[in-house]
């Protein structure tokens, strides 16, 4: 087979997996604006009328902009801490020297193959019983506030850079800090970018953990509102898909626009450029 042909036949199937993999947003998105989308194929084509009045009636029976607010604030919350304990974490057990860096990297390698839900009743009791955190956005927030995925994550990264471009800073005079802030933070964007995307979409997704703690439906992320609201929509709507489907529609938008605005910095980082030589 020809080198062209073999090319035109490689971009072929990567086109028709691109589209497999785009078809069901395409179907959402669609049938989240139309006024009786069907679950056959044909429902791929918008020949129903257009509407907006699917995302009314979520909104009138949850509240979406509270219902997102809470979901910001949670997924922010544990973003914060996860980009602050997970950059300081990844330095220390990269680049400095200390008495059992590699016994407490072991520990944390462990501690990643412990499911969540296995804790999340002895967790529950904790910050609903003893700490009396339920219904507040620091219950939904502090089990997730230290990700260890994330600290491995930049971990490696640090590691990879070349030790030279610390000991110049430090003969410079800068402190840790400085030099985590100044030399190391801008060097590693790619991990940086990494952490925002797997760790904002964790919690904005997160259903399980928030509907334990989270009785008050005014405190409820979109997840939980959603999925209350889609349950009960399935039996009491006259459009229950297109419910279903804007439902779905404003729970992934965040995160697709999120991904459209970091995806420039998922790129070869620049490692070598203050090496002489």
């Given at each position: 087979?020809?080198?062209?042909?073999?090319?035109?036949?490689?971009?072929?199937?990567?086109?028709?997996?691109?589209?497999?993999?785009?078809?069901?947003?395409y179907f959402m998105l669609?049938?989240?604006?139309?006024?009786?989308?069907?679950?056959?194929?044909?429902?791929?084509?918008?020949?129903?009328?257009?509407?907006?009045?699917?995302?009314?009636?979520?909104?009138?029976?949850?509240?979406?902009?509270?219902?997102?607010?809470?979901?910001?604030?949670?997924?922010?919350?544990?973003?914060?801490?996860?980009?602050?304990?997970?950059?300081?974490?990844?330095?220390?057990?990269?680049?400095?020297?200390?008495?059992?860096?590699?016994?407490?990297?072991?520990?944390?390698?462990?501690?990643?193959?412990?499911?969540?839900?296995?804790?999340?009743?002895?967790?529950?009791?904790?910050?609903?019983?003893?700490?009396?955190?339920?219904?507040?956005?620091?219950?939904?927030?502090?089990?997730?506030?230290?990700?260890?995925?994330?600290?491995?994550?930049?971990?490696?990264?640090?590691?990879?850079?070349?030790?030279?471009?610390?000991?110049?800073?430090?003969?410079?005079?800068?402190?840790?800090?400085?030099?985590?802030?100044?030399?190391?933070?801008?060097?590693?964007?790619?991990?940086?970018?990494?952490?925002?995307?797997?760790?904002?979409?964790?919690?904005?997704?997160?259903?399980?953990?928030?509907?334990?703690?989270?009785?008050?439906?005014?405190?409820?992320p979109l997840a939980v509102?959603?999925?209350?609201?889609?349950?009960?929509?399935?039996?009491?709507?006259?459009?229950?898909?297109?419910?279903?489907?804007?439902?779905?529609?404003?729970?992934?938008?965040?995160?697709?626009?999120?991904?459209?605005?970091?995806q420039k910095y998922f790129?070869?980082?620049?490692?070598?450029?203050?090496?002489?030589?």
């Amino acid at each position: 087979m020809p080198r062209t042909l073999r090319r035109v036949a490689l971009y072929v199937v990567l086109a028709l997996m691109a589209l497999a993999f785009l078809a069901p947003f395409y179907f959402m998105l669609v049938g989240a604006f139309q006024e009786n989308p069907t679950n056959s194929p044909a429902g791929m084509v918008p020949t129903d009328g257009w509407t907006l009045q699917n995302f009314g009636d979520i909104n009138e029976r949850i509240s979406l902009l509270r219902s997102l607010v809470n979901s910001l604030v949670f997924a922010l919350g544990v973003l914060v801490g996860t980009l602050t304990f997970g950059l300081l974490a990844g330095y220390s057990l990269a680049r400095l020297r200390w008495r059992g860096r590699t016994s407490l990297f072991v520990v944390m390698l462990g501690v990643q193959m412990v499911p969540f839900q296995l804790l999340m009743i002895p967790l529950y009791v904790q910050v609903a019983s003893y700490y009396r955190l339920g219904d507040t956005y620091l219950g939904m927030i502090l089990p997730f506030l230290i990700n260890t995925t994330a600290v491995f994550i930049f971990r490696q990264f640090f590691r990879s850079l070349p030790e030279s471009i610390f000991e110049a800073a430090r003969i410079d005079g800068a402190s840790e800090l400085r030099v985590l802030w100044s030399v190391a933070i801008p060097m590693v964007k790619p991990a940086i970018a990494t952490v925002v995307l797997i760790t904002f979409i964790g919690p904005w997704n997160e259903f399980l953990w928030p509907f334990l703690v989270t009785k008050d439906a005014s405190m409820q992320p979109l997840a939980v509102a959603l999925a209350n609201f889609i349950s009960n929509a399935a039996r009491s709507e006259a459009n229950p898909n297109g419910v279903i489907l804007a439902g779905a529609c404003t729970l992934a938008l965040p995160v697709v626009l999120l991904f459209c605005l970091f995806q420039k910095y998922f790129r070869p980082s620049d490692i070598g450029a203050g090496i002489k030589g």
